[in-house]
């Protein structure tokens, strides 16, 4: 008899940003004439850079002469961008370019890389968290069951990133020792990032426990802070036990493009049955079975961000959001709301004011200042009591919203 994959059922109510579009649906059918601001889910707005769509324009011209037409591309992503991925990006890290899949996205990545390791392996991710990492897991089976008295799953080592510890959660604090490590630096939601001392605390802890550190580094781009690693590479010993995810989607604007890639370095090596296994030749075999690769030209688009050209017009686009986000966090201050990140990151996180809970601030910002923002608590059971704020929106909205607020 044919039965589901009862993991799903584990899953907690609808992901969370289908449960706020379907309040803000439903209050914007009562209220069709509500001036909304959107600053809940992390979407950019500016547009993509010129030098970008003149590199995709030309690729939609390759493909129509048999000359230069491409079918299948290699699974793994175009020699072309994976070379440009290494000398730009890990240049001093010693990092070769067969250690780089490029991918449709860093959600995909994050959340397929799982499928290497054994349902018995414990994770670890930080609380708050973003859910993918989570339900992810949930889905494949290597958590418990879900108790909605405490907000976690069993089987699950939760980290808590909290104002105690300045967002930074530290090996010494864990109460078990997990096998896969979650780290999303600058981190989402709380728009913190991750100093180069306490990062090299977590590689250490990895590389005596025989665990793997699983490093989302989407937004490294935003990054201003000197003592702030752009790459977990950066860390001496990392590349042995380290996997890094980077996206195009907040860098160059590609949420709706789809171009990332994941690095995983051959040192990276799991014993089994007396005989070390390289990662890097599972997640190859992985990607060749389920996944066809990223289309020729968005690769193309992709390549042209490592000209002189594509990194000037970037640049004035992070800049945008940057600016933004300092108009965030002066808005609240002036609002006497306590904030925090909006510095190496494009969110905000604040603190509800007067202990208020995470989804009735949601419906007053909603219902009173037609205010879009994303709850703390879908992001974990530490994150009740917050909320976060994104800065990938319109200038003047930006400016419009804190008005609101103050």
């Not at 980077?246 to 604007?253: E, L």
């Not at 992709?302 to 002066?330: D, P």
């Not at 003047?396 to 607020?405: D, F, G, L």
């Amino acid at each position: 008899m044919l039965k589901i994959n009862e993991n799903f059922l584990k899953l907690q109510d609808s992901y969370l940003f289908s449960t706020i579009n379907k309040k803000v649906n439903e209050y914007i059918a009562k209220n069709p004439e509500a001036d909304i601001i959107k600053m809940g889910i992390g979407d950019v707005t500016r547009p993509i850079p010129k030098v970008v769509i003149d590199a995709i324009k030309n690729a939609v011209d390759e493909m129509s002469k048999i000359e230069t037409f491409k079918g299948y591309g290699p699974e793994q992503g175009y020699e072309f961008l994976r070379k440009k991925i290494v000398e730009n990006e890990y240049r001093e890290m010693n990092i070769d370019i067969s250690e780089i899949f490029v991918s449709d996205g860093a959600k995909c990545d994050t959340a397929n890389i799982v499928e290497l390791f054994d349902t018995k392996a414990k994770i670890a991710i930080t609380d708050p968290v973003y859910p993918v990492y989570l339900d992810s897991n949930v889905i494949y089976g290597r958590t418990g069951e879900y108790d909605k008295f405490s907000g976690k799953y069993k089987n699950v080592v939760y980290m808590k990133a909290t104002e105690e510890n300045n967002f930074e959660p530290l090996p010494e604090e864990l109460e078990e020792e997990p096998d896969l490590i979650y780290i999303c630096s600058p981190n989402n939601p709380t728009g913190t990032a991750m100093k180069k001392e306490n990062l090299e605390k977590w590689v250490k802890f990895a590389r005596q426990n025989n665990s793997i550190i699983l490093y989302d580094a989407a937004y490294e781009a935003f990054i201003e802070e000197k003592d702030i690693p752009h790459s977990i590479y950066e860390i001496e010993g990392a590349k042995e036990v380290a996997i890094e995810f980077k996206s195009y989607s907040k860098t160059a604007g590609f949420t709706g493009l789809r171009c990332a890639y994941t690095v995983i370095p051959k040192e990276i090596k799991i014993e089994e049955k007396q005989e070390k296994i390289e990662l890097n030749e599972l997640w190859n075999r992985r990607q060749a079975t389920k996944f066809n690769g990223v289309p020729y030209i968005i690769q193309r688009g992709a390549e042209a961000i490592y000209t002189k050209e594509g990194k000037k017009q970037i640049k004035e686009n992070i800049s945008y959001y940057k600016e933004n986000a300092k108009i965030i966090l002066e808005g609240l201050k002036k609002a006497g709301i306590k904030s925090y990140g909006g510095k190496n990151a494009p969110y905000v996180w604040i603190k509800t004011p007067n202990k208020m809970k995470s989804w009735d601030y949601f419906d007053l910002l909603l219902e009173k200042y037609n205010i879009i923002g994303t709850p703390g608590i879908g992001f974990g059971p530490s994150g009740e009591g917050y909320f976060r704020l994104t800065a990938f929106g319109d200038r003047e909205k930006t400016i419009e919203a804190m008005e609101r607020i103050r």
